[in-house]
Nanobody, 125 residues
Framework: EVQLVESGGGLVQAGGSLRLSCAAS????????IGWFRQAPGKEREGVSC????????YYADSVKGRFTISSDNAKNTVYLQMNRLKPEDTDVYYC??????????????????WGQGTQVTVSS
């Protein structure tokens, strides 16, 4: 059974930084991707970033390019999302999700079968 546990959310002022972590376990194959999504109340879940475990390729939404960096420590089975120059509009619940490597090509929640519980990120103005 795949398990994903996020940590690192919190409250930060605009312009500040946070690093989210996603500890993954239970995979029986190596060719998968870990993505970060975010969702505000009443809104659709948005794909933010993703990384392929097999080749390290990455994806970023236009809204976070140049500010967020995704990385993976395969020895620890942990994926990180470094978020810099945070804006109030980055305030959301952030979820990590796991899916097949091909899921990164579409970045919609329907192709990621496994999800963490979410962590709140709040950016004050």
């Amino acid at each position: 059974e795949v398990q994903l546990v996020e940590s690192g959310g919190g409250l930060v002022q605009a312009g500040g930084s946070l690093r989210l972590s996603c500890a993954a376990s239970g995979f029986t194959f190596d060719d998968y991707a870990i993505g970060w999504f975010r969702q505000a109340p009443g809104k659709e879940r948005e794909g933010v970033s993703c990384i392929s475990r097999s080749d390290g390729s990455t994806y970023y939404a236009d809204s976070v390019k140049g500010r967020f960096t995704i990385s993976s420590d395969n020895a620890k089975n942990t994926v990180y999302l470094q978020m810099n120059r945070l804006k109030p509009e980055d305030t959301d619940v952030y979820y990590c999700a796991a899916g097949p490597a091909q899921a990164m090509a579409v970045m919609i929640e329907e192709v990621f079968p496994d999800w963490g519980q979410g962590t709140q990120v709040t950016v004050s103005s």
